[in-house]
Structures are given as structure tokens and as C-alpha cells.
């Protein structure tokens, strides 16, 4: 429509005649007037229709419209504080019902977390939602920003790929007219020979890993950003990561720090986020794994989670009781929804209650040489108010074509940034050994095969240098800064292990 307007225009608007066009997200109505609030993907506006001469052919159709019905409203704008968004459309000339909208299965009643995601298609459309796919939009065009303004060339890396980038266990194998190829599961090894002709290069787009893991942190297929820049050392690439990390969280403050307080987002947490990160090295971690403060913090996690399950004990007998003396429809289902977000979180909680112990026993125990866990990490990141860098993990445990540190090749140079809060790792980087014979030794040991990576050995015969690079993970990034208890809400259509519909 031509003289569309949004509504998060409507303060241009105000005591002139405007058309709205959205859906209907609730209605309400009284003997003689019905208010409805729509929303257009800008934002939500009630609309106060009042019954008389002017309103009199719609009215009776305008108060009992379903929700998500699409319509066309047209009346004024009146500013009013009380008001969603500040602004009511009033003075109501015109309600045009383009597309009905009869049973809607997402109601204000409570639903569980599997009935919305096999309706992911509908559920965007709930406020909540549409915050946090608003969010994940801004985080991908902070990316974007920061490394075509610091001077950075975008390519793009191919989905089918003939070897491995990392672990072998999490390939998804396709036939590829007759011949195995696999999903890719990074494109470094390709911005690493596009960093040879361009210095500083990057790649964003989907990768995929077919880890058999239903935790809140996996997704099968996600979006990672991978930079990479030549001429540099192990602190040039750290500083990289960080100046990036700070640029991100610092442009959602500034453009959503009203929708991160919707969702309950602690956004003085964010703006702890200062410079400089915390620096730990992997025999560091190690000795803080050891020490008394993981103890002491997962016993303080006890006695917090008991005492919260009593709460919520209570509180589901206290709503039990409202619900069965409730007299209106709306109070029944208000106290039904306290009910499940109550035994929802119970559930949650009784279940990290039972693993309090293993953490503990994990931390105390954990072997130099072997690779940080989730509950480690948990642990580490938990125990800093900051984004954490941990470096130099053992040799063996990371991927073929890490550096090996020069001066302990035990260990590489690489780091994993964890995200504070218990958040974890967002990102995976390293130097990438660059001499030609100890590269080759590497891919032997780890039994690949050489002639897969023959284009990859040509970038250490012909001009190799010191290069490095990271990946970070989009949804994971947008978890940690809306402060989501589970990856599968930072994605449009995620897809899990057993989870592919729709």
C-alpha cells in the first residue's frame, strides 16, 4: 500500500489520518468499544474502535477478529505513555479484514516447548521471538560491519568439501555423483589460502557437524564467521578476537536495550563487558579447575537450586488454588501458565541439581592433556565477570593444523574464548603451522589423507607465513547476549539431533 504507514513511524504522524497494516496479536472488547492490538513487524499499536455512525459497518466484524488476522486499520495517532509503543491509533474511519484467521494454535495459554517448535513457523510470531530473531539480525550485521570497515575481503567458501576441517566423528558424508564428499564444517582452510592474496579475508555462512549431542549448546547446522589475516602472531589474533567480541556486544546495547530487558536480560552484565579480557593459559585452567572456588561455587549452586525447587513447590500449590477458584477464563489461564513455567523450571533444576556432584568430581579430577568440557568451561567462564581467553591447549587434542608452540610443542598456540555467565565457548582460533614438513608430519599422524590436502600444502611450498585465524559462532553469540537458557531459540529453523520439522 501506497500510503502505508509503519507503525514505528506513527510519531510522524500524530493528529493525521493513518493506515495501518498488520496482524491482530489480541483483541478485547466491551458493549461499545473494542480495542485491538496489531502488529506490522515494526512494532505493536493499539487501536481503539468505538462504536457509532462512522464505525457502524465493521464493528461488530472488528470486535470479535481472531487473532493473527491481517488487517487494515485506519485513524488517527494519539501519543499516550499508558499506551504499547507510546502511541494509539483512535478516531477508527476504516477496519478492512484481508485474511481470516480462525483457530490459531499458539493461544496465551500455556504450551510446551515441543508443540512450538513443531509450529517454529507460527511461534516467530510471538513478541518473544521476534526480539531475539531482531537481535540475531543487528549481531549479523555488526559482523558484517566490522570486517568490511576494518579493511577485510568477504569470500565465500564452499558447502561441499572433499576433506575434513576438524573432527572426523561429526561428518555428514553426501554422494556427490558417485564420489563421498561432506558438508563443510568450517571454511578456514580455504580463507587460509585466500589470505595469501588478500592479507585480511573472512567468510560467514552455515556450517555443519553431525555430533551426536543434545545439549543446550548444539545445533547440527549453524553460522559461523571466520577471519583470517596473515603476517601476524598468536596476540595479534587474540586482539583481534576481542576488539570483535566488544564491537558486537556494544552495538546491541545501543540498539536493543529495551528488547534485552524484555526478555529479562541482565544488561549490566553486558556493560561489565569491558576491555581488557581475562588471559589464561590451558596449564592455568587446569590449576584453577584444582582449586577450592569451583567447589566452593557449585556447592553454593546446591544450596541456591534446593532452596529455588522449594520455592517453586509452593508456588505451584498457590496457583493450583487460584486456578480452581478463578472465576474469568483469563485469570484460569493466567494461573494455568504460572503452573508450567513453574514445572518447567523445576524440572530444569532438579536436573542440574543432579549433576552438581559430577561437575564437581570432573573439575577435581580433570587431566592435563585432556580437552576442556562443557562443565569446565561452565565453571571457568562463571568464575570471571568477563569474557575469558584460554591458550595453548595440549597438542594432541586439538586439530591437525594448529602451530605447535616453538618454545613447549606439547602444546599449540590456539585459544577458545568463553563467554562469561556460564555461557562458554563462542570462539575457536589458533596460529596454523606454516612450515611445509611439520604441516605434513601433522596430517600423517592424524591418518588423513595426504592427497586430499595437497591444494592445502601447495599455501607452504609457494610464499608461506605466520597466519591465524578463528571461527564464532552466531547462535551461541546470540545466546550468551540475550541471556537464553538454550541454543535452539537463536535460529530461524534450527536443526538438532532428531529435530528436522518443519
Known sequence: MNDRTYIKDLADHVGASATLCGWVAKARAGGKVAFITIRDGTGLCQCVIEKNDTTADFFDEAKKLPQESSVHITGVPYADERAVGGYELRDITGCVTLGESHDYPITPKPHGVDYLMSRRHLWFRSQRQYVILRIRA????????????????????????????????????????????????????????????????????????????????HLTEFWMVEPEIAFCGLDDVVQLAEDFVSSIVERVLRDHREDLKSLGRDVDALESIQRPFVRLTYAEAVDLLHSNRPKALLERDLEEKNHRVKDLDARVVEFEETKASAKKAWQQDKAAQEIQAAREERAELTEQISNIPTHMKLAAEFKWGTDLGGSDETIISRLHDRPVFVTHYPREVKAFYMRADRGDERVVENFDLLAPEGFGEIIGGSMREEEYDLLLERIKAHNLPVENFEWYLDLRRYGSVPHGGFGLGVERTVAWICGLKHIRETIPFPRMMGKIYP
Open 138 to 217: 543487528t549481531i549479523v550485521d555488526a559482523i558484517r560491519r566490522f570486517y568490511n570497515d576494518s579493511g577485510f575481503v568477504l569470500i565465500d567458501t564452499p558447502i561441499f568439501a572433499p576433506a575434513i576441517g576438524e573432527g572426523a566423528s561429526t561428518l555428514f558424508e553426501v554422494d556427490y555423483f558417485g564420489e563421498e564428499v561432506f558438508l563443510a564444517q568450517t571454511g578456514q582452510l580455504y580463507v587460509e589460502a585466500a589470505c595469501m592474496a588478500h592479507d585480511k579475508v573472512y567468510c560467514f555462512g552455515p556450517t555443519f557437524r553431525a555430533e551426536k549431542s543434545k545439549t543446550r549448546r
